[in-house]
């Protein structure tokens, strides 16, 4: 009878743990690479985070690291391979082609408000181009865009694409590297912290950066020139994923939870932090005395013909199905930018 009775605690007990462990609170850490008064991580990542938590009535927290857990190229791998549990980051940052469909975000003339921008993104991305299986490994939790891409130089003001020549640009990768070469400058990838340093030292000439940027990392003090198109030069497009095995560890309930404050109400949110920092930065950067204009015809129309001809090879290249072009069309019409030709001047 003893023995019986052991037997059936023991039983007990391995279906009492598991519960239990079920129970629990799961803790998550998320690598953030930002600097952390950086007005995506104040205003976007760790709101969002907070917010995980009151959906999942404590069930699911987040702690948001201070210092990143590896460099911003990794962490996509970062995620997918379990070094931290959730992780951001640019698509064209990894230098490679899992992300192809993901440069429907990166083109000129995509959109100036960060916040149609980036549910444009989701939402294109997502239902036209098949993200989730080029985010294969990780479960999709956000994808966004920042606000209209600028073209700053501490040089001479470009009138002309000849202006460019000579000129070594920081680029984010992508799209916009290719499109510098086509204009004549010397693009040289680097990822955003690396930028003061390098620029403060004459290494590079400029930068292909949004108005933000100049102030987050500090770069006013370098820059005389910064060039403005309607629709932007270009965009970056951005993910926030978690390690799948994480995410498996999670209740169905909770699963939904977060799934409903993620996805498109998550580009709403960080679109907006991207849109009011844009606006202070402007404000910063005309009192540092930065000649803010627009691009000229002549540029235009170089910027115009560049990407056509990128948006034709981008689009041959996606996998059978997939119909580039069809996808942009619907990315300018819910960003209200149009065709490139409609652009406003």
């Known amino acids: 009878m003893k023995t019986l009775a052991k037997a059936g605690l023991l039983a007990l007990g391995a279906v009492l743990v598991p519960l239990a ?11 953030s690479w930002l600097p952390p008064r950086h007005p995506i991580v104040v205003n976007a990542i760790k ?3 907070e917010e995980v938590e009151k959906v999942t009535e404590g069930r699911v927290s987040i702690r948001v690291l201070g210092k990143p857990l590896g460099s911003p190229p990794a962490h996509f791998d970062m995620a997918k391979d379990g070094v931290a549990d959730i992780t951001y980051g640019l698509h064209s940052f990894t230098q ?73 640009i920081r680029v984010p990768g ?18 955003s912290p690396e930028v003061y340093e390098k620029l403060s030292r004459g290494v590079i000439d400029g930068v292909a950066f949004t108005y933000e940027a100049l102030t987050a990392f500090n770069l006013t003090g370098d820059i005389k020139y910064s060039m403005t198109v309607p629709g932007g030069i270009y965009n970056t497009t951005w993910f926030l994923v978690m390690d799948e095995d994480k995410w498996d560890q999670i209740s169905p309930e909770d699963q ?10 998550f580009a709403e949110r960080v679109g907006k932090a991207w849109n009011d920092a844009d606006a202070a930065a402007t404000v910063e950067i005309e009192a540092a005395g930065i000649e803010l204009y627009s691009a ?36 300018r019409q819910m960003t209200g930018i149009g065709e490139p030709g409609a652009v406003p001047q």
């Open 96 to 168: 490679d082609d899992r992300f192809a469909g993901s440069r429907v975000g990166q083109f000129s003339f995509l959109g100036d408000d960060a916040v149609e921008s980036s549910k444009a993104f989701w939402t294109v991305y997502t239902e036209d181009l098949n993200a989730a299986r080029e985010h294969e490994g990780t479960h999709l939790l956000g994808l966004f865009m920042h606000g209209p891409g600028l073209l700053h130089n501490n040089q001479r003001r470009i009138e002309t694409p000849s202006d460019l020549e000579g000129l070594k």
């Open 174 to 191: 992508g799209y916009v590297a290719e499109l510098v070469g086509d204009l004549g400058a010397t693009p040289l990838f680097m990822s």
């Open 47 to 49: 709101p969002w985070a």
């Open 256 to 265: 939904a939870a977060i799934d409903a404050i993620s996805g498109l109400a």
């Open 296 to 331: 000229s015809d002549p540029v235009l129309a170089a910027i115009e013909t560049a990407a056509e001809k990128h948006e034709e090879a981008w689009a041959a290249s996606l996998p059978e199905g997939e119909d580039g072009i069809a996808a942009l069309k619907r990315m």
């Open 21 to 31: 462990a079920q129970a629990a609170d799961l803790q998550l850490v998320l690598s």
